[in-house]
């Protein structure tokens, strides 16, 4: 699929570098967790060798990362807002009980497997209730930090990006025709706490993304909560025209038509940006441009 069909998501870290500055921090923090363990065997006057807190710190962090990816899912899927969060905390607690559980059960295995790869046994010395207790109360903690910071990352990234809200009528607006109060000229954007007025004819386009449209303007995109259709009704049909099922483009704003394989087209925007054209709305489009100009 080419990359200007796909939805564009919410601003947020990418995986990968999500991925890799969790590493560090959780690998960073398990050598100095291994280090101090040594440091405090050597002041009770125990012998511990290094290798042996190394397997077991770790373990741990193999364990949590490979988990996170599912974690961060779910976030994502089950988000807790203002309005939502009493509603899926007990749904949240039950899922700390089974990342415990999968965290204890394969950390306790590789310590197994590392321990019979360098010859040696790993002995416990708990028994598992007492081990699944032990553990669960450390990594409800972890849990949660988890969650807090996945939602607080989501936030700030959706603060940034901004969000655009239609502007409510005046109560002293003068009466209008419903066509014309339908069609606004202007939208809110509000960014990082600010707002700010975009007039409709700076939009350069607007894709659908699930309950919202995000619009383009100026090289960004702000979500408005909105379906493509209710906008389309609110837009000047001989400005704004449909080119995709997920698209409606600015057609002042448009440069060129690039003819694809397939009857497809592909649009190029006066910002840089291309949006697709599906072969059964170019025709339409094209008798739309026609009209524009004749206009």
């Known amino acids: 699929m080419d990359p200007v069909m796909a939805p564009a998501a919410p601003l947020r870290w990418r995986p990968a570098t999500r991925f890799l500055v969790w590493s560090a921090i959780l690998l960073t923090t398990a050598v100095a967790n291994a280090f101090v ?15 042996e807190p190394m397997i077991w710190e770790l373990s741990s962090v193999v364990m949590i990362l490979l988990t996170l990816p599912l974690l961060w899912w779910g976030c994502q899927r089950w988000p807790l807002h203002a309005d939502t969060w009493k509603r899926r905390l007990p749904a949240y607690l039950l899922a700390s009980v089974a990342w415990s559980l999968v965290h204890v059960v394969g950390m306790m295995a590789l310590r197994h497997a590392s321990y019979a790869a360098l010859g040696q046994h790993y002995e416990d010395g708990s028994p598992w209730p007492t081990r699944l207790v032990y553990e669960y109360l450390k990594d409800v903690r972890a849990f949660f930090s988890f969650v807090a910071i996945e939602h607080f ?12 809200h239609l502007l409510a009528a005046p109560d002293d607006a003068p009466t209008a025709e419903p066509a014309d109060m339908a069609r ?17 004819a700076d939009i350069e386009y607007a894709q659908a993304a699930g309950n919202y449209v995000n619009l383009r303007v100026r090289g960004h995109d702000y979500p408005l909560r909105s379906t493509m259709a209710a906008l389309e009704e609110r837009l000047d049909p001989a400005i704004f025209v449909r080119a995709h099922r997920s698209w409606v483009v600015n057609v002042r704003r ?31 489009f094209r008798q739309a441009l026609a009209a524009q100009a004749t206009g």
């Open 254 to 284: 448009l440069v060129s038509i690039e003819p694809l394989d397939g009857g497809e087209a592909l649009l190029h925007m006066d910002d840089g940006g291309r949006v697709p054209c599906s072969r059964r709305q170019l025709p339409s």
């Open 37 to 51: 363990e040594v440091m405090d065997a050597q002041r009770r006057g125990d012998g511990l060798p290094l290798w």
């Open 153 to 164: 990352f989501s936030w700030f990234g959706r603060r940034r990006q901004g969000e655009a």
């Open 184 to 200: 606004p000229e202007r939208f809110l954007v509000r960014k990082l706490g600010r707002d700010f007025l975009v007039a409709t």
